[in-house]
């Protein structure tokens, strides 16, 4: 579904956003839709990597090495 959005901008923003989206050859419409989809899908990308890297810390890693000596073992002089 496709909803129309209305937004407020200053006049030197908008002619330069005409600028940038003439010299791409779309509409100023596409273009705003296209970056806050960039926005979305780069904020949902993050998300999901955030997410990923808790989980991981949860579940912890493995850092090699074996058992460790027991502490009266180490101070045995």
């Given at each position: 579904?496709?909803?129309?959005?209305?937004v407020?901008?200053?006049?030197e923003?908008v002619?330069?956003?005409?600028?940038?989206s003439?010299?791409?050859?779309?509409?100023?419409?596409?273009?705003?839709?296209?970056?806050?989809?960039?926005?979305v899908?780069?904020?949902?990308a993050?998300?999901?990597?955030?997410?990923?890297?808790l989980?991981?810390l949860?579940?912890?890693?493995?850092?090699?090495g074996?058992?460790q000596?027991?502490?009266?073992?180490?101070?045995?002089?």
């Open positions: 579904m496709v909803r129309n959005l209305t407020h901008l200053d006049d923003t002619h330069k956003a005409k600028v940038l003439a010299r791409r050859a779309i509409s100023l419409s596409r273009l705003v839709a296209d970056e806050i989809e960039r926005l899908d780069e904020d949902e993050y998300q999901e990597a955030h997410q990923t890297a989980d991981q949860k579940q912890g890693f493995h850092l090699g074996g058992s000596p027991d502490r009266v073992s180490l101070y045995e002089r």
